[in-house]
Each structure stands twice: as structure tokens, then as C-alpha cells.
């Protein structure tokens, strides 16, 4: 029973979190395999860092090469993060004809594209399992388990920082600010905490997600995405007395006129399976033709759960391996579909204002929306003082005509502000 | 491009759903495997009944052999049910070297070691993601994506008509023959509704993925089974008074002693990602040693969900014949774990009594308790003239201690009846 051995590029948690399960659940592994894995080669910065993990000393490399050339490294682990040179490594992998296990959602989001390529023209497989949701395994339930339906909508909370703080705002009434600090404290969040709550880190995963779902390659740039610093406490106050949970949500959808990508927040009915994935869970919803509704649910982040993905991927690149069977499955974009613009899209939309109190007032502003065709249909209003906050839902409308309304609304003397819009997700 | 042969035995519900998938997403799915699906011949008892469907007559035939040995099908998709003669014709089909596609979850849970068998000797695929939670792809999920954890547990809700039938007495306080004759009109429960109502539906579908998760064959008759006869709308609503909801469950551990794999009613706590699951829907939680808790919520059943997995299936199949890969996944029963019998299980209980109202009768139903070193976590009394109703529910205990309590309970001049008992998941 010969070993498949598998060069890491990368000990950081993610790295770290891989080598342990392997060594943890090796023999395990083995029987469900049939072949053991064996740990070659670990490419780090510094050998003589203290890693918490006992490793024999000459499994680790400053060396690329010395992972990437060595014949027996059957598969390479990329879990370095960023794009190079991730990119350049991988790529040379593939054309040594190694087969990559990829965690890294910047790469593939920006470079899925080159790198099926260079996996093509040797034959090699690329996994990327762990590039979104974390552990769960949505990349193979989306291009395998899925593959006979005509995908009609993805819906994801795929990014657990900002699920963790807009879990805690919910449950605490707590605002932005300070549950972000208490999130930075914890380790949910960075130091640097933009790219999670600004939905960069979201928009990479549901160009990923939807890249599968519909065939056709969609690039980060095509996401539009919005973050989540915009939500006040008061927003929440008021979904909830609506009936509704606010979450940053993922959204990939086919329509007639095109496929739409976003990342925004989102307000979700109560009694909706996303409504109650809370904390720093992840869960992504999907309907296709055959299946109906389904959602997968589980940890998208961490060392062991991304580890499970990574592991997951391993064993299946050593099964193709072992049966002689590589790129069984290879880039499944095929299509080249249009992105619809977000002012094409159609949606529900809840409005925060601030409006001065006064007899006539909710007649121009109801006027305001009936003039771009746009219908209510729910009104809050709550009065302190002379200024009073109006809440408003509508019914569906295109986003075009909204900002129109929102605009008119603007320029009404009696509105002082228009303190938010939320999309509403029915 | 040649297409890959698809011989389908049986055309009722999941058959029909399995050839209109295949037709409506014909291009699509030929397209993301590289090769069409061509469905060659169907089996069926009778060629002229009336099915709601268009297709060739050529098609149909009332003889196995001209699908089970016509060189033209590399894939039998067996959709008939039951036993006999699915196992006879699957067994054949493999020994041609077919790879199988079924959705037969008694055929897999009584005869799956010796269909494995049938096609480790010809080196064809077996594939059944269909025959347990229809649409929710948990067999693959299980065997692949998380084949780098240990399993540690397996919940589901995985019997449509009693998650139906419960959620319906939940959200009407309406008793369960009423709710019964409703699903049963509503075409959610068989006119034998039996195999549902008692749990063997169930009980099947989790020693299929009790078998998965721990690589063990898992029989039958090793699955403790209670059904949901005896649920009545008050321990619905007492259940809720304590932050319950109560769904029949498949549960499958791992513990030192052995694995634990049984189906019955059970208290949920609200907040469970479990909790939320009603209606027809089924789900599947898992704890594994590195992803942690998932959870994988869809359909369980119906024409299309069903016919979902099986061309997932079919696609998976063929995609194996066209890299000349198939049996790159056997049966992963390689080891032999005991079971243990349901009284050498911990869970908390909870029990419903009807006692005698007069000074003393608490202490003495405690007593019983505590002679067998069985504690109190939480007790409801609600008294109706002399009759008193009293909930108790018990810190997690051994059930030989809880049943050795009860006994003594029954004993106890104060104690009218023990009218439930029902263990509690925490």
C-alpha cells in the first residue's frame, strides 16, 4: 500500500489545522482511502517558528522548490492566502502535474480562470473546497450532488464576522461600534477589519459560489456589494417589529434578463432557514429545479472546520490519484451569461427617514414613491418630539425606480433624512 | 461525443421524476459531464398504462433482460422498491458490469453488503444518495467531502410524514388521528401510514447512514425504534413550556461503549438548528471531530428532490465510466463496532405523570428518582380537581436507572398513571 504524499505550502492555522487532522484521523483516513497520506514536505518562512504542533524538523522548507519539485509530493496543499505568490506556486504545481488543494478564495476568485487552465494541460486536478463557507461543502454539493438541476438562486451568510456582529446587536441591542471591538477582542475579527464588514471577503466567496451555480465566470467586479458599518441598532428594532432578521447576505440569482451578484445586507423574514443561522455560523440556501429548497449549515471559518474541507479535497485528489482517474472534473465554466447592473434588480426595500411632524406630511412622501411606481407596503412611524422617524417597506419594484423615489424623497422640505435603505429578501 | 446508456427499471413516482429531469436539463447536464444521458429502455409492468408524461413507446419494456443486458445501458437506475426482484436485478446488473444507480433505501439497508459485494467483483460503481433524505445529498457528504473527520454523531429528521404530522400538532394543538387523516388526504401520509407513524421508515435511513458515518455495518435490526403514536397535543405544549419542540428523530453515536443507533420522539431544544426544520422538510445534523456541527436541510422526499439525487447519481456514474474510474468508491463498511442495547444509553427523559393531588406525593415520586440515582432538572405540576398533571424532566441518567425509577413509579399508590416518557436531545 504505497502512501500519496502531499507537500503543504503554509503553516498557519488553516496549515496548521490540516496537518493536525491528517495526523489525528491518519489511520482512519487510510481504511476510508485505502492508501495512506503522508506529509512530505511544509513550505514556512521560518523553520525555527514556535508553531504550537510537533513536527519532525526536516519536514520543514524555506525552499519552494523543494515542495514544488520533489517527486514525492503528489499533492500540493496551497494555504498560504493572498494572491502571489499563492498564484505562481500553485500554477508550477499543476505543471509538474501535481494536483493543488486550494483554501485561498482570493486566488481562486481572481484567478480560477488561469489556474484551471494550467491544471488542464497536464492533466491535474484543482480542488478549492475551502475557498468558501469554510466546512462546508457546498463547492461539491453545487458542481456533484447538485449537477442535475438548473441552479435558480444562491443565498449565502458567508461571512461569520459580520454574522457574529449582526447576531449580537440583535441579541444585545448593542450598536456597531462597540460589538465590532468586542468581535476584535474575541479573534472574530481583525485588527484590520474592513474587508469582512465591507463584504469584500463575502463578494470573493458568492463570485466563487455563482461561478459554479450558473457555468459562467463571474469576477469580483461584478459583485456589487454593500457592508454592513451602515445598520443601527434602531434598523433592527424596526425588522424585527416587521417580522424580519437583518443578515449580510450573498445573493447569486439567474434571471431572464441575466444573473445577478450581490453582497448586501439584507432584511430575512423570520421563519426563513437563513434567519436562524446566528453567531458566527454560515449556512448557504439553494434552489434548483429538481431539488427545491436546501441549505447547508455548519462552521465557516477556523482552523479544523477549514481543515475538514482541506482534508476533504486531499482524499479525494488521492482517490483519483490511486484509481488513475485525475481531472474528472475540471473548470464547469462553460456559459458566458450577462451580469444584470443592481438598478436592473428587482427587490423589496425597507427606508429609515427622519421626517419633520406635521399634518400632510406622509401624503408628499406617499407621493413620492407613487410617482416612480413604487408601492408601500408597510408604514411604521414613531414620534419624538417635532421630528418624527417614519419606517417604510415596499413592495417589489425595480431598483432603478426606488432611487428615483429616493431622490423625490430628498428633495421634499419635510424629510430631513433618508437615514437608510435595506434590501428586503422575501 | 458518445452519450452513456441510462437503463431505468420502474416508472412510478421517482422513475417519472428521474426521465423528466433528464429531458428538461438534458443540454445542461450534457454539457457539465461532456457527454449526454441518453435513456435507452425503462422497465414497467404494464406498457400502455397512462403516466402523465410524453415519451417513445419504444422505450418500454415489460422484460428485465432488455435493460439488464443490453450493452447499449452502462447505467441501471433501479426505481421499483422493495426487495425482490430489485435485489435479483441489481445484482445482475452489476455481474454485466453495469454501474447501478438506486434509490432503494430497504434494498440498501438489508442487502447492501452483498450488492457491494456484487459489484466489487465486476469493478462497477454503486451508488444510492437517493435513498436516504431524497434530495439532501447526505450519503456523498458523509463519504466524501467530510471523509477527513470522525463521525461522532448523526441526528436527522428523516421521515417527511411524522415531521409533517408533528409540526401540524404543534401549530394547531390538534390531536395526532386528526392531523393523521389530514396528511393522509393532503397525499403526505399512506393510506398504511405504519412504516412512517412506527419509525422503520426512519430506522432504515439511519442504518444506511450509521453505516457511512462510522465504517460499520449497521443492520436493521440493530436500530432501537419508537414511532410517534403516542405524542399527545399536551406534551406538545408542556414540551414547549420548557423550551422544547418534539420531532422524531434517527440518532446515531459513537461512544466508548459501542455506537448508539436508534429512532424516536424527542424533545428539541428551541435555538437547534433541528428545532427550526418543520413541515414535509427533512434535515441531517453531524458533529465531526474537525468541522464541528453541520447541518444539510432539503426535501426528503417527492417526484422531484428524489429524482435530484438519483441523476446526481446517474451524473457522478457516468462521469466515472467516460475517465474509465468506476469503482473509485466501495463500501466503506471496513470495520465491526458493537451496538449498544437502548438501556445501556445516557439521555435526560422526560415524563408525564398523572398523580393523586394530596400532601407528600412529590416526595415520594422524588424518592423513587434518587433510589436510582436518577436527578430532577426541571418539574411542571398543573392540578385538575383531584387529579394532578406532573412533568418532570431528569438530568441525563443511564436508561436502565430511568426505567428501574419508572418501575418503581408504577408501584407508588399515588401514581395513576405514567402516561410518557420521552427522551430529551441536549
Avoid: W
Avoid at 481504511?31 to 506529509?39: I, K
Avoid at 415596499?394 to 431598483?399: A, G
Amino acid at each position: 500500500m504505497n502512501s500519496v504524499g502531499i507537500g503543504i505550502l503554509g503553516l498557519g492555522t488553516v496549515g496548521r489545522g490540516v496537518y493536525r487532522v491528517l495526523q489525528k484521523n491518519r489511520e482512519l483516513i487510510a481504511a476510508r482511502l485505502g492508501t495512506p497520506l503522508e506529509v512530505v514536505k511544509i513550505l514556512v518562512r521560518d523553520t525555527g517558528k514556535e508553531r504550537g504542533i510537533t513536527l519532525l524538523p526536516e519536514l520543514l522548507t524555506t525552499d519552494p522548490a523543494a515542495v514544488l519539485e520533489d517527486p514525492g509530493v503528489s499533492i500540493v496543499v496551497e494555504v498560504m492566502g493572498g494572491i502571489e505568490p499563492a498564484r505562481r506556486y500553485v500554477l508550477e504545481a499543476l505543471s509538474h502535474g501535481k494536483s493543488v488543494v486550494t483554501a485561498n478564495k482570493d486566488l481562486m476568485a481572481v484567478c480560477g480562470q488561469e489556474l484551471f487552465a494550467g491544471a488542464a494541460a497536464t492533466g491535474a486536478d484543482l480542488f478549492f473546497e475551502a475557498s468558501v463557507a469554510g466546512g462546508i461543502p457546498v463547492v461539491k454539493i453545487l458542481k456533484e450532488a447538485l449537477a442535475g438541476n438548473r441552479i435558480l438562486e444562491v443565498i449565502g451568510i458567508i461571512n461569520g464576522t459580520t454574522n457574529y456582529i449582526l447576531s449580537k446587536m440583535s441579541d444585545e441591542g448593542a450598536d456597531f461600534d462597540t460589538v465590532l471591538r468586542e468581535a476584535q477582542e474575541r479573534g472574530y475579527a481583525e485588527a484590520d477589519p474592513a474587508s469582512d464588514i465591507e463584504g469584500l471577503d463575502a463578494a470573493r466567496k458568492i463570485a466563487i459560489l455563482a461561478s459554479i451555480a450558473f457555468n459562467t465566470r463571474v469576477m469580483l467586479d461584478d459583485v456589487y456589494v454593500e457592508g454592513i458599518t451602515k445598520i443601527r441598532p434602531e434598523d433592527i428594532k424596526y425588522a424585527r417589529e416587521l417580522g424580519y432578521v437583518i443578515k449580510l447576505l450573498g445573493i447569486a440569482r439567474e434571471t431572464p434578463g441575466g444573473i445577478e451578484v450581490r453582497v448586501h445586507p439584507a432584511l430575512v423574514r423570520c421563519g426563513h432557514p437563513l434567519a436562524a443561522v446566528s453567531d458566527v455560523f454560515n449556512a448557504v440556501f439553494t434552489r434548483g429545479d429538481a431539488v427545491g429548497e436546501t441549505m447547508f449549515y455548519g462552521r465557516g471559518a477556523g482552523e479544523l472546520p477549514t481543515a475538514s474541507a482541506v482534508v476533504g479535497d486531499i482524499i479525494a485528489a488521492a482517490r483519483n490519484i490511486r484509481c488513475n482517474a485525475r481531472r474528472i472534473l475540471g473548470c464547469t465554466c462553460f456559459e458566458r451569461k450577462p451580469v444584470r447592473p443592481i438598478t436592473a434588480i428587482e427587490s423589496c426595500y425597507y427606508l429609515r427617514l427622519r421626517v419633520i411632524d406635521r399634518p400632510g406630511v406622509l401624503a408628499g412622501i406617499a407621493g413620492a414613491f407613487g410617482n416612480n411606481s413604487v408601492s408601500l407596503a408597510a408604514v411604521i412611524q414613531k414620534t419624538t418630539g417635532v421630528v418624527a422617524e417614519l419606517v417604510l417597506v415596499t413592495h417589489r419594484v425595480r431598483e432603478a425606480n426606488l432611487r428615483a423615489a429616493v431622490e423625490e424623497l430628498r428633495c421634499l422640505p419635510t424629510v430631513e433624512t433618508v437615514a437608510n435603505i435595506i434590501r428586503v429578501e422575501e
